[in-house]
């Protein structure tokens, strides 16, 4: 009796030891019991492991969605291709050519609601961006792109600057960067001094339109 239960224990221990040995199974966790288990994100050793979904989810289903293709995004194209823009008709986007990483320019100003907009082409992802505009003080920005991919400017007196601080970027597009609210038009408004990069942090060459006179 005594050696049949040596014997017993000593096959058990055997088993054991294969389903440790992760060099007999492709498949196999190396703390795992038995061949065909591998252990889960939760802890759990099954045939069938939980793993992570695309938000880091244990054992949850969510996958990238959105233009932006990140976890839980909503953010859809607009007519004129930009990832979360705004504009809505075709017709509305601005039709222009860019030779360089990024073009700049003043479009649709209002005097009479002192407001504008500025523009972009961007041929690659923009991460920062930094420019002056003169013949105005500046009391707002906000909306566009940059806004829409989680950089809300900031603004002093002729300057706009935007970044994300959780690293998000602008994709290449064609659309509003941001609406600017401004006061003090003096006959003209001109951008100058831009400063925009990748998300590598490296510069990119601008091109600036032409001023609003």
């Not at 069938?48 to 909503?74: E, F, I, K, Q």
């Not at 003080?137 to 989680?150: C, K």
Request: glycine residues 12%.
């Amino acid at each position: 009796m005594k050696n049949l239960f040596i014997i017993l224990f000593s096959f058990l221990v055997s088993i054991y030891s294969i389903g440790c040995d992760s060099s007999n199974s492709s498949t196999n966790s190396s703390d795992c019991l038995f061949l065909n288990q591998s252990r889960g994100c939760d802890g759990v050793c099954s045939i069938n492991p939980l793993t992570y979904d695309a938000c880091g989810v244990c054992g949850g289903s969510a996958v990238l969605s959105g233009c932006d293709n990140t976890c839980g995004s909503t953010l859809e194209n607009d007519a004129c291709g930009v990832c979360g823009g705004e504009i809505t008709n075709e017709s509305d986007c601005l039709q222009i050519q860019c030779n360089l990483d990024v073009c700049i320019s003043i479009q649709n100003v209002d005097l009479s609601t002192n407001k504008l907009e500025v523009w972009m082409m961007n041929n690659i992802p923009v991460a920062g961006f930094q420019f002056n505009i003169s013949g105005v003080t500046i009391i707002s920005a906000s909306e566009g792109s940059a806004q829409s991919n989680g950089m809300s400017p900031t603004i002093g007196e002729n300057i706009i600057l935007g970044f994300s601080f959780s690293g998000n970027s602008i994709p290449p597009g064609n659309s509003i960067l941001t609406h600017i609210g401004f006061s003090g038009y003096n006959g003209s408004i001109c951008l100058s001094d831009p400063v925009f990069s990748n998300n590598s942090g490296v510069a990119l060459s601008v091109e600036l339109g032409d001023c609003f006179n």
